[in-house]
């Protein structure tokens, strides 16, 4: 089992950027996929981004694409969301996850954070 804990949401303007942690723990070894899903309300989970442990493998959803940078650091067990020039359809409650394999299907994974928000004000 791994816990996650996100960081790092809040209200940004259209336009703005924000950044994302999420600090992993517990059974990590077994879990060295992390990324990002997020869910708007009303809608399902949807993937937005994948890092492999050493960072040299980055997935991305083709709607974050040129906007959201992922990336880690290993000696913190940490992953980042860097995002910049923000949408209003990128509101959403951003879930940090860790697993075996890469999935952009969120029941591929069964580790989970708590969720940040992040609003995109138009």
């Known amino acids: 089992q791994v816990q996650l804990v996100e960081s790092g949401g809040g209200l940004v303007q259209t336009g703005g950027s924000l950044r994302l942690s999420c600090v992993a723990s517990g059974s990590t070894l077994s879990s060295p996929v992390m990324g990002w899903f997020r869910q708007a309300p009303g809608k399902e989970r949807e993937f937005v981004a994948l890092?492999?442990?050493?960072?040299?493998?980055?997935v991305y959803a083709d709607s974050v694409k040129g906007r959201f940078t992922i990336s880690r650091d290993g000696a913190r067990n940490t992953v980042y969301l860097q995002m910049n020039s923000l949408k209003p359809e990128d509101t959403a409650v951003y879930y940090c996850?860790?697993?075996?394999?890469?999935?952009?299907?969120?029941?591929?994974?069964?580790?989970w954070g708590q969720g940040t928000q992040v609003t995109v004000s138009s």
């Open positions: 890092i492999s442990r050493s960072g040299s493998t980055t």
């Open positions: 996850t860790a697993g075996a394999t890469y999935s952009s299907d969120y029941n591929g994974y069964r580790n």
